[in-house]
């Protein structure tokens, strides 16, 4: 067997892997969902679940595609052109990346990274309590 035909083989093993994780991860979301629903009986919050789980899947499913890709681009397809695709095929998937990623957190990426606790609630400070004043007896 030929080394290029090799590689090209295992880039076609590592979409099916993409391919797969996303669709057992799909139904196994959907079947969640149907879960949630059933005993919690909120389908609002089953929602919220499901499309949390279905993002996450995504994301997961569209990182091992990326190394397909990679792999295809530097080892098997080394042309301009396929150099070329695959930086349009990055660009689009950090932009779904991005979006899935707002979408899981609910918040923008930079806002994570100050906090790693969730905002208090109105009125309430994170702070330490005042010291004692020193006259008070």
Not at 58 to 66: A, H, N, Q, S
Request: hydrophobic letters at 50%.
């Amino acid at each position: 067997m030929e080394y290029d035909s090799l590689m090209a083989d295992v880039v076609h093993v590592v979409e099916a892997v993409g391919v797969v994780l996303m669709v057992l991860g799909g139904l196994v979301s959907v079947g969640g969902y149907a879960v949630g629903v059933a005993r919690r009986r909120d389908p609002v919050g089953a929602y919220d679940d499901l499309r949390r789980r279905l993002a996450r899947v995504i994301l997961l499913g569209l990182e091992v595609l990326l190394l397909a890709d990679i792999i295809r681009t530097i080892v098997v397809d080394q042309t301009v052109e396929s150099v070329l695709v695959l930086g349009v095929v990055v660009v689009i998937r950090i932009v779904l990346s991005f979006s899935l990623q707002v979408e899981i957190e609910g918040t923008w990426p930079w806002r994570l990274r100050g906090s790693t606790a969730p905002a208090p609630a109105a009125g309430v400070t994170d702070g330490p309590a005042a010291p004692p004043r020193s006259g008070s007896r």
